[in-house]
């Protein structure tokens, strides 16, 4: 393991709220990740153990494969699901406490649809909800709003080219009357906010890095895993001004989200293919970089232009315990993660101080919640580790293997749990 600490520029005092929907509530989880986007779910009463024949309120088989998670509003839960070849495209509702399907509505028909790796679907980008609406997207292939009472599609859009090499995996946001998508492709590396009412375009902004080898007649390659990136974007507000987070492949950026103006940006990441969401401390953001050996940067959230690494709080780097995929999760000062081959690491956020490293097992592409200074871990196998929120060592509470796997991040709304399994939506609570 390398590690470099570079000293904190900034004032602990320093405030920042993150930016969110209205709805704050325990019993709505409107988007990916969550209320505040950051993986906390303010229940105090979330199940602890359960099994195929225990604590299970319903389970709903899911037609398709798709890997993007529940969101959930009111008395509503919605999803979204392809056929494995991607040729047809659906959104799912279901009700939220006896788990009948409301809705299983085919949007799009797809002739000929790009490649997906085998470890991604065609189905990935989680919806994001509100009050009346929900918006859906499986990147370029089409983006649509619905609305939640008449299930009326009141706009979509299947004219934005991007070559998402892999498959697309990018959630959208709202930021106020704006609907937040990120496009980094093979082709194209952009960021777009659409009108939220129309579905029309406010503004596009194209990625300022892109991968840097060049051909023989100074033409940047087509090199797509080098300019692809799979990462949901992020508003916070630092030093009393709202930033739009953004990973791209390459490089961490910020943006103004109401125009789309380029803040500032880390480029320097020698990664690709980011996958997580940013979280948020202080005015200092954390992020993994992404494949093939991820570094974990705790990057100045209030800076201009283009940072170098002597602007970073600090930097790990070759970290076994950095994820590539899961989000990291942080409570209460420290950062807990879970690396996509199993190892468990807790980090001071502050200092980036390694408080403890452990094997969980397994493997994981599903990103950690908390709850009551619980968290869980949701791996490919279809276990679930439940442990303390502590720096004071690896402390597991119970262990719960249930389904066919999760590659989808968990939600919570009140005191039920709910987990997407590769065939089956699961809702889990105590009697």
């Not at 609305?147 to 934005?160: A, G, K, P, Y």
Request: charge should be negative; proline fraction near 6%.
């Amino acid at each position: 393991m390398k590690f470099s600490l570079i000293p904190v520029l900034t004032a602990a005092s320093s405030a920042l709220y993150i930016a969110t929907p209205a709805s704050l509530a325990g019993e709505n989880w409107p988007q990916f990740r969550g209320p505040a986007g950051d993986g906390v779910a303010r229940s105090t009463n979330l199940p602890i153990y359960w099994s195929e024949n225990e604590n299970i309120a319903w389970k709903t088989a899911i037609h398709g494969l798709g890997w993007s998670s529940p969101v959930i509003y009111d008395d509503q839960v919605w999803l979204t699901t392809a056929t494995q070849d991607g040729t047809e495209l659906s959104v799912l509702c279901l009700d939220k406490d006896s788990g009948e399907i409301l809705l299983d509505q085919k949007l799009f028909d797809i002739a000929e649809p790009q490649f997906a790796h085998k470890f991604n679907s065609y189905a990935s980008p989680t919806p994001v909800i509100e009050k009346g609406r929900v918006y859906v997207t499986w990147g370029s292939p089409g983006t649509a709003c619905l609305d939640t009472e008449s299930f009326e599609v009141l706009w979509n859009r299947e004219d934005l080219e991007c070559d998402h090499f892999r498959g697309a995996g990018s959630s959208p946001i709202l930021f106020n009357d704006l609907l937040i998508l990120p496009y980094d492709g093979a082709d194209f590396q952009f960021i777009l906010a659409m009108d939220k009412q129309t579905g029309k375009t406010r503004w596009k902004t194209d990625r300022s890095v892109d991968f840097k080898d060049l051909d023989e007649n100074g033409h940047p390659k087509a090199e797509g895993d080098l300019r692809k990136a799979f990462a949901t974007p992020h508003v916070a507000t630092v030093s009393g001004q709202e930033i739009l987070i953004s990973q791209g492949a390459m490089a961490t950026y910020a943006y103004r989200p109401e125009t789309g103006e380029e803040l500032w940006r880390y480029d320097e990441h020698d990664n690709h293919s980011a996958s997580a969401r940013p979280v948020i401390l202080g005015e200092t953001v954390y992020v993994p970089t992404g494949f093939p050996k991820p570094s974990l940067l705790a990057l100045p959230g209030n800076k201009k232009g283009v940072l170098e690494e002597s602007d970073l709080h600090w930097k790990l780097t070759l970290n076994k315990g950095t994820p590539k995929k899961p989000s990291l999760q942080l409570v209460n000062g420290y950062l807990y993660a879970v690396s996509d081959s199993g190892i468990g690491t807790c980090w001071e956020a502050k200092s980036g101080e390694e408080k403890w490293i452990t094997r969980v097992g397994g493997n994981y592409s599903a990103s950690p919640i908390c709850a009551d200074n619980r968290i869980y871990f949701c791996s490919e196998e279809g276990k679930t580790t439940v442990i303390e929120a502590t720096p004071d060592g690896y402390k597991v509470i119970a262990e719960n293997t249930i389904g066919d796997g999760f590659m989808a991040s968990p939600a919570v709304s009140g005191n039920t749990l709910f987990l997407r399994s590769r065939s089956n939506l699961y809702a889990i609570r105590r009697p």
